[in-house]
């Protein structure tokens, strides 16, 4: 009930008092880090193939998010290869995600 009588009160004192309130529009731009090294992941029977991750974080997680794997790939190998359960899996090298089935 109070707060019913007090806005129309503050609305009424406010406008007419003569203050005015300018809005300015803000114009925001947003950098957008775009990676350019070329990752590639590939799967061929149940081997994993990782091609350009070097001095990369590759993880390995399941469908239901838990962590199977985590390695950094060293700066001297051009592909990784690993071999994998039979399964579904996501697979992160550093900005780069990707889902991969192991039949």
Known sequence: ???KIFTPFLF???????????IQPRMETETIDQDF????????????HVVGAE???LSIYNVTGVRV????V????????LSLPRGCYIVK????VRKVAIR
């Open 1 to 3: 009930m109070i707060k």
């Open 12 to 22: 009424t004192l406010l406008f007419s008092s003569g203050a005015t309130a300018a």
């Open 37 to 48: 090294q070329t990752v590639t992941v590939s799967v061929t029977g149940n081997v994993l």
């Open 55 to 57: 001095d990369e974080l």
């Open 69 to 72: 794997m985590s390695v950094k």
């Open 74 to 81: 060293d700066g001297n190998d051009r592909r990784y290869t």
């Open 93 to 96: 090298v550093g900005k780069v």
